[in-house]
């Protein structure tokens, strides 16, 4: 997810008063001016209208996410996607009346603005929340602390398993990449089976992925999970990592498969048909 989009401008405002009512928006905005001036890298708690508090770390833009998520509204399917919506909540709602629990994979949670989205809009989802990041993971797992069935993993999502570096030590945030030929911090790579096993469930209601790039070797691994899920969100990053074709197996994968396609803000959004 880009960081680059700032919040210490007043344009933001009319978005913020939307969201949160004229004085809980224009206050909280405020504060996220200060938070962004500050510059700080250790996490405060920052007090969201419907939320309580969420913790976030200026020098890594954390609010930066907080606002593409909770003020943007970039995770809105019902808006961008009404009938797939729709159909979307009764999947959902037919599983709970059957006694079952829609899981949600969340693959770059980065440090829980999406996982707290998820969570409020699925509120009676499994959540499994994957995050490579040591210093995200931290910051993760204060913010989903008294969440129900969230389940926090420090590993990366990939095509097959064995274990990733980070690309480039000077990244932060949610801008840190992986790969085998990395220097920096080691995780182990997972594959969505191997989630699923983890966890005891062989099928996906929805599984958002931002991982920076990792789409190209997700996408170009094992694929039955593909078959048995509802809904993907994907950010692309082909804007970012230009001539190297990163959403090349996404859209090769999805090619063959009855799925929507659709877009919204900087995501793919695909829905089983």
Known sequence: ??????????????????????????GLLWHMVRLDRAGSPKAVAVSVPGLGKVWMRAATRDHSIFQQVWVKREYDLARAAP??????????????????????????????????????????????????????????????ADEPDVLVLHAAIAGSPGRLRVADPTACGSAIRFSPEGKGEDVPALTVAQILEKVGADEIFLAKIDIEGGEASLFAGELGWLDRTQALVVETHDWLFPGEATSRALFAAISTRSFDFLTSGENVLLFRT
């Open 83 to 144: 009938h797939q919506f729709s159909a979307l909540m009764e999947t959902y709602r037919a599983a709970l009346a059957q006694g079952r629990r829609p899981l949600i994979l969340d693959a770059g949670a980065h440090v829980g603005m999406s996982v707290l989205w998820w969570r409020r809009l699925f509120p009676e989802a499994r959540i499994v929340a994957i995050e490579p990041s040591s210093a995200n993971l931290a910051i993760l797992r204060q913010n989903v």
């Open 1 to 26: 997810m880009n960081q680059h989009a700032s919040v210490s401008n007043v344009r933001w405002l009319p978005n913020y008063v939307k969201t949160f009512g004229p004085l809980q928006g224009s």
